[in-house]
Nanobody, 125 residues
Framework: QVQLVESGGGLVQTGDSLGLSCAAS????????MGWFRQAPGTGREFVAA????????DYADSVKGRFTISRDNANNTLYLHMDILKPEDTAVYYC??????????????????WGQGTQVTVSS
């Protein structure tokens, strides 16, 4: 089992920046590809970004490309999402997810087997 705990959500204004973290435990972190997803009220869960086990490969949803950056610290078993130029449409619960995938190509299509509880991000206009 993999335990994932997100932190860093909050209320910000349009144009602000915010960083999310996800602490992982229970599995060797470098055996996991990682991803961020989000879910706004009344909508389905949406892919945001993914990163390979080494950090050498990333993928982003078109809606966040150029504004969000996914990264990981394998020494500290932590995943990050840095968000710039936030917009009201970025408002959602953000979830960290893990996939037991050790390939170099990542994306929304991976089987994400483990999920965190989520952290709320609210962007006011």
């Amino acid at each position: 089992q993999v335990q994932l705990v997100e932190s860093g959500g909050g209320l910000v204004q349009t144009g602000d920046s915010l960083g999310l973290s996800c602490a992982a435990s229970g599995r060797t972190f470098t055996n996991l590809a990682m991803g961020w997803f989000r879910q706004a009220p009344g909508t389905g869960r949406e892919f945001v970004a993914a990163i390979s086990w080494s950090g050498g490969s990333t993928d982003y949803a078109d809606s966040v490309k150029g504004r969000f950056t996914i990264s990981r610290d394998n020494a500290n078993n932590t995943l990050y999402l840095h968000m710039d130029i936030l917009k009201p449409e970025d408002t959602a619960v953000y979830y960290c997810a893990a996939s037991e995938h050790r390939g170099d190509v990542v994306g929304s299509w991976l089987p994400y087997d483990y999920w965190g509880q989520g952290t709320q991000v609210t962007v006011s206009s």
